[in-house]
């Protein structure tokens, strides 16, 4: 009996020393699939001996998940992408606000919160994308250039239903003005050339196949297309040079609000934004870095320099409901 009791008391110990190693581990939220992500965890791993656990889900599921489990979450930081969804995660009150000066000397100011509660990690353009059978680059200068009747018939576009889309019109009205914004992406909507796709590959794969001239999409997904069909007839151009500059947006992240090892998950907060992170985020999904120190992959660099839009990213949160409602008015699906 007493062998028993001791045998039992033993698997206690054992099974609480396990438990104590498991709680040891970062939990990470994120949005972003394994194959873009468990690199970063696993190059962090290797140089800490911090491991770092993670739940891949949409952002939707994932804050509702945060908002729910409150102080009883196992996790430690969030990843998304667009600050569209980061600034909702602020104001969910699902996230805590830092004060890194780390973060402050790695990321420019339109790239993080105000609060301190969310920082960009990697940065994707959403440009223009156009047909090289079909049109000369000197055709095109802006988005808002996009709405006149010379590409009625020609433009393809995502749909509306995507956040990236909502943070462009969001940046619209932010510049422009709601009238102005609803005026050109109404013009947008009477180009079309089709029903809109619902992701880029498929926008930029009906460009090149003649089903439109013109569309706008991110410029990593035309990276990954890039590399495996080299000889595909689409090309970028950047546009508002002349002006504001082309539309950026970002992957990011923030600490938990009730994040049980915070200390440990804004160091791994910080060195994501260090050179060594940043270039492993470049190389991986063929973005550009969001610490300017760092250079972006060969692919990304051939693509030229541009001047981007210098806007604050909380725009983009903190117009999405009016940019939702603008778009729905103007009979973007």
């Given at each position: 009996m007493q062998f028993n009791q001791r045998l039992l008391a033993t698997f206690a110990l054992l099974s609480l020393s396990g438990a104590v190693q498991a709680a040891d581990d970062l939990v990470v939220y994120t949005s972003r699939i394994d194959e873009l992500i468990k690199p970063v965890f696993d190059a962090y791993t290797a140089k800490t001996g911090v491991k770092v656990k993670f739940i891949t889900d949409k952002e939707a599921p994932l804050m509702a998940r945060l908002k729910a489990e409150g102080a009883n979450t196992p996790a430690d930081l969030l990843i998304t992408v667009d600050a569209g969804n980061l600034w909702q995660a602020e104001q969910m009150d699902i996230l805590q606000p830092l004060q890194s000066a780390v973060i402050a000397q790695n990321i420019p100011p339109q790239y993080r919160s105000a609060s301190g509660s969310w920082t960009g990690l990697s940065l994707r353009a959403r440009t223009i994308f156009y047909s090289t059978e079909r049109v000369k680059p000197e055709e095109l200068s802006t988005y808002e250039a996009l709405a006149d009747k010379n590409w009625e018939g020609r433009l393809c576009l995502r749909t509306s239903k995507k956040v990236y889309n909502q943070s462009l019109t969001a940046t619209l009205i932010e510049t422009h003005g709601a009238v102005k914004a609803e005026e050109i992406v109404k013009g947008w909507v009477n180009n079309l050339a089709t029903d809109v796709f619902a992701d880029d590959i498929a926008l930029l794969q009906a460009i090149d196949a003649g089903q439109c001239d013109v569309g706008i999409?991110?410029?990593?997904?035309?990276?990954?297309?890039?590399?495996?069909?080299?000889?595909?007839?689409?090309?970028?151009?950047?546009?508002?040079?002349?002006?504001?500059?082309?539309?950026?947006?970002?992957?990011?992240?923030?600490?938990?609000?009730?994040?049980?090892?915070?200390?440990e998950a804004q160091k791994l907060l910080e060195w994501m934004t260090s050179p060594e992170a940043q270039n492993l985020f470049a190389d991986i999904n063929q973005e550009f870095p969001a610490n300017p120190a760092v250079k972006p992959s060969a692919q990304v660099s051939a693509w030229g320099p541009f001047k981007a839009d210098s806007i604050p990213l909380e725009v983009a949160g903190k117009r999405q409901v009016e940019a939702l409602k603008l778009m729905d008015r103007a009979g973007w699906n």
């Open positions: 999409a991110n410029t990593y997904y035309f990276g990954r297309l890039h590399k495996q069909y080299p000889d595909i007839k689409v090309k970028l151009f950047w546009p508002n040079q002349a002006d504001r500059g082309v539309h950026v947006n970002l992957s990011g992240a923030g600490v938990t609000k009730y994040a049980p090892h915070a200390v």
